[in-house]
């Protein structure tokens, strides 16, 4: 279990010759602490570095200096097992690019995640009927709008078990009608296990009542 994600004095590499007085940022060179049952808006222009931040949290890259710790522990000392293990069980995201396979259906892609305790096929299924989504069920996403497969990320990273969820500006292409669908059922995920919730927007944002918004 992740309690707490503290960023100390990270700089991303595309930042490190930029003067100090010239990065205008509560993420980037400060400290900011992500606490696990709390809710965060980074908001941002684009080119500073939202993906490049979620990109971080999930191991997916290191190329900045400073720290970032997950409990405490430098998360550069994880090993290829425990990032393995850490996607599975403490972190589920919806990424700006999606990371869908194409070949399989919308119901295939939420299979191939492990599934949260307690989640059922009944209950993935009427996560789709909430989503205006129930005839996509058995479509293969390649088939699908890009609105239709950001409904499905989201359903897929809250089918999952997670201590965070983060989601990388996940309503640029949903209307707000389905935006708010989204922002309730995320409600009532946090509500039940407490997760910490981490949103990253350019502009468009998801509506929910967020415990702080950062600037990045």
Known sequence: MIRQIHLQQVVPAFLEEVPADKVHSEVWRSDLLFEKGQSY???ADSGKGKTTLCSYLYGLRRDY???????????????????SRLRRESFSSVFQGMLLFD???????IHLKPMASGMSDEDVIRCFDRLGLLKKV?????????????????????????D????????????????????????ERIA?????????????????????????
Request: net charge neutral.
């Open 41 to 43: 808006l980074v908001r």
């Open 65 to 83: 200096t400073g720290t970032i710790t997950f409990d405490g522990t430098d998360i550069r000392k994880f090993s290829h097992r425990q990032w």
């Open 103 to 109: 070949e399989l259906t919308a119901l295939e892609n």
């Open 138 to 162: 058995h479509s293969r996403v390649k088939r699908l709008s890009f609105g239709q497969k950001q409904r499905v990320a989201f359903i897929r990273m809250l089918c999952q078990a997670a």
């Open 164 to 187: 965070f969820l983060v989601m990388d500006e996940p309503v640029s292409h949903l209307d707000d009608t389905n935006s708010q669908i989204m922002a309730d059922m995320l409600h």
């Open 192 to 216: 039940r296990d407490g997760a910490g919730l981490i949103v990253t927007s350019i502009g468009r944002d998801l509506p929910y009542d967020y415990n702080r918004i950062v600037h990045l």
